[in-house]
């Protein structure tokens, strides 16, 4: 599994509000947390090339709204842990998000050392996704260099059927499910069934 450093992962923060933005930058990066900050959810969009991350992201705003920028995420496949941050009047919204994927909120006015708790365990998020999309990333590739024969016989393999039931049921001799299925093992770089098993909830979640 391959890992991301925290030199690699940034914090996206996301608010019109320019006082509040150069505040909040102010703090994170004397914590020594990299941090990016957008004006506005379009500016973010054109410039986010999908790079691992935790976002701060503030609910209201003119334009793409939180929410909305929230979903556009979603509906593009970036998988990036969001703290929203709400006034009072904006915790139904920030319950919204939460179900729509966003790992916590905060709410405005908050303290320092809060934030920044916060910050750290969406980081710590961050990097486990990184890990987990770089390793489904290597699967699939694996998975892309097996024939259409050698992913029917894995498909198989990993739903428990013995050889002699594939043989049957490709209509193929047991010796070539062994065979194929020595190839399967040595194309997905898996040294047992469990981590075969693995993979392949990797490839079907």
Not at 106 to 115: M, Y
């Amino acid at each position: 599994m391959m890992s991301t450093s925290n030199d690699t992962l940034s914090i996206f923060l996301v608010d019109d509000d320019d006082d509040f933005r150069d505040s909040l930058s102010w703090l994170l990066e004397s914590a020594s947390r990299p941090i990016r900050a957008f004006s506005s959810g379009e500016q973010f969009l054109e410039q986010y090339r999908g790079e691992p991350g935790c976002m701060l992201l503030d609910i209201r705003m003119p334009g793409i709204s939180g929410l909305a920028l929230q979903q556009e995420l979603n509906q593009r496949g970036h998988r990036i842990p969001i703290i929203v941050i709400t006034g009072h009047g904006d915790i139904p919204m920030a319950v919204t998000a939460i179900k729509n994927g966003a790992v916590d909120f905060i709410e405005k006015p908050f303290d320092d050392q809060v934030l920044l708790a916060h910050v750290t365990k969406a980081l710590q998020l961050a990097r486990q996704w990184a890990a987990e999309d770089g390793e489904k990333q290597q699967v699939s590739h694996c998975w892309s260099s097996l024939s259409k024969r050698e992913k029917q016989v894995m498909a198989l393999v990993v739903a428990g059927h013995p050889n002699k039931n594939i043989a049957e049921q490709l209509e193929i001799s047991p010796k070539t499910v062994e065979v194929h299925r020595a190839r399967v093992m040595s194309k997905m770089r898996a040294d047992s069934l469990p981590e075969l098993v693995k993979q392949w909830q990797l490839l079907n979640p």
